[in-house]
């Protein structure tokens, strides 16, 4: 019998595919760094019955249309805001994502920037580096302090929950703010569920980890920024959509906050000559919340077990309900 065909939108390692390849017909865009055209995109989804593909291809109604044979989905992210999960639902395809997996991973990045925005590691880095160091003084490149502080984490989810872990173990106050109260989560980490106003207002640290939808979308505006303390810091591991980048670029000019981490970005890859790059006070990364070789490898089998059990008849294993 005929295998399915399995297309992956990115060069991913050969030895984690091998296993797979006596269920499906594996074939895969050849660059590792550059996403696949869309045209090619396209004439692959017309013949495949999986895809795995990566948070930055555009999964449209155009997408859906042309894959006929199309059965699953596969994203290689916890986040889906890249697929369109009502077209993907009126083709009847299934789609998954890779929770759990990355959880930790993410949260230690959400961690290391947080750590990195307040105490100016990557500034600092620049200056020795820049061979500006002759002298140590009493503050140079003296940040803020991380221990003892109040931490406010938006988005009480499996990552904001480690974070919420981390945060303890630096003797931190742990606010919170999500949808719904997270009672459990609350006795398990001894966070204290209050209103985003509150959290704004009280939280040294501010932390999205908040799914981006209609409702988060721009959550943070100038009139969020505006609540926070001026010696706040505040870090985005979420997706860039949940931030209004003129309204922190005008809050970080007025000096309404302190130092920013930014892990995502409105537009990705970020336009090079975009006014946040230029920032002492910001840190930024190209998106690398859970790119460490091992979870990245664990989100990978995530995807396949998933696409291998849904042309088994099982069932996704983790399916996102549309
Ligand atoms: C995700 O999985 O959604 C993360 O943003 C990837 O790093």
Redesign the pocket.
């Known amino acids: 019998m005929k295998k399915p065909k399995l297309y992956i939108t990115r060069r991913v390692p050969e030895e984690v595919i091998a296993p797979y390849r006596e269920y499906f017909t594996v074939d895969m865009w050849h660059k590792e760094e550059e996403p696949v055209p869309r045209e090619i995109l396209l004439r692959e989804v017309s013949d495949s019955q999986a895809i795995i593909c990566m ?1 930055s291809d555009k999964m449209d109604k155009e997408v859906f249309g042309t894959g006929k044979t199309l059965q699953v989905v596969a994203n290689l ?3 889906y805001d890249n697929i369109d999960l009502k077209e993907a639902a009126k083709a009847r395809v299934v789609v998954t994502n ?1 929770p759990g997996v ?1 959880t930790e991973s ?1 949260a230690d990045l959400g961690f290391a920037l947080l750590l990195a925005s307040a105490r100016r590691i990557v500034e600092a880095n620049q200056y020795i580096k820049a061979d500006k160091w002759k002298n140590w003084s009493p503050y140079l490149l003296a940040g803020n302090d991380v221990h003892g502080k109040t931490i406010g984490i938006v988005g009480m989810g499996r990552i904001g929950e480690a974070i919420a872990r981390r945060a303890k173990g630096f003797g931190m106050d742990i606010l919170y703010h999500n949808r719904s109260r997270k009672e459990e989560a609350e006795k398990r980490i001894g966070a204290t569920y209050v209103s985003f106003t509150k959290l704004l207002e009280k939280a040294d640290f501010v932390i999205s980890v908040v799914p981006a939808t209609e409702e988060t979308k721009h959550m943070f505006n100038l009139e969020a920024f505006r609540k926070m303390k001026q010696t706040a810091v505040f870090v985005n591991i979420s997706r860039g959509s949940v931030v209004d980048e003129s309204a922190l670029l005008e809050a970080i000019e007025a000096k309404e906050v302190a130092a920013v981490g930014l892990d ?1 970005f409105a537009e990705e890859p970020i336009n090079s000559e975009h006014p946040l790059l230029n920032k002492t006070n910001v840190v930024c990364l190209p ?5 460490s070789v091992e979870t990245r490898t664990k989100m990978l089998q995530l995807c396949l077990d998933n696409v291998k059990s849904v042309h088994q008849g099982k069932g996704a294993i983790t399916e996102v309900k549309q």
């Open positions: 948070l992210a916890v986040g890779t990355l993410t995502v998106h690398i919340g859970s790119a």
